[in-house]
């Protein structure tokens, strides 16, 4: 099981960036796909999930209205668009597989992180 984070970057506020998740050695549809972030000195929180069967997401009440999770079964991939960025969405993302949910807890495999900056 693989998971490839990719899309981060630097961008001013207000601006948009657009994650991947790609996913290897495992079938996308029968696992939720997270997302997650961690800021220097803080915990890991979820931002964002999906179930890749029947497409049901849920989102962190800070990034509901400017972030929108989705899933492309067929590329094995999940996107996070995330728009209207904040200095406070500065943090590094993670992907994670598991049974769902924004507890990390409830996530076995995790990607490696991709770093996304808000700054002017």
């Known amino acids: 099981v693989q998971l490839q984070a990719s899309g981060g970057g630097l961008v001013q506020p207000g601006g948009s960036l657009r994650l991947a998740c790609a996913a290897s050695?495992?079938?996308?549809?029968?696992?939720?796909i997270g997302w997650f972030r961690q800021a220097p000195g803080k915990a890991r929180e979820g931002v964002s999930c999906?179930?890749?069967?029947?497409?049901?997401?849920r989102y962190a009440d800070s990034v509901k209205g400017r972030f929108t999770i989705s899933r492309d079964n067929a590329k094995d991939t999940v996107y996070l668009q995330m728009n209207s960025l904040e200095p406070e969405d500065t943090a590094t993302y993670y992907c994670?597989?598991?049974?769902?949910?924004?507890?990390?807890?409830?996530?076995?495999?995790w990607g490696q992180g991709t770093q996304v900056t808000v700054s002017s």
């Open positions: 994670a597989t598991g049974i769902g949910g924004l507890r990390p807890g409830e996530y076995e495999y």
């Open positions: 050695g495992f079938a996308l549809d029968y696992y939720a």
């Open positions: 999906i179930s890749t069967r029947d497409g049901s997401t």
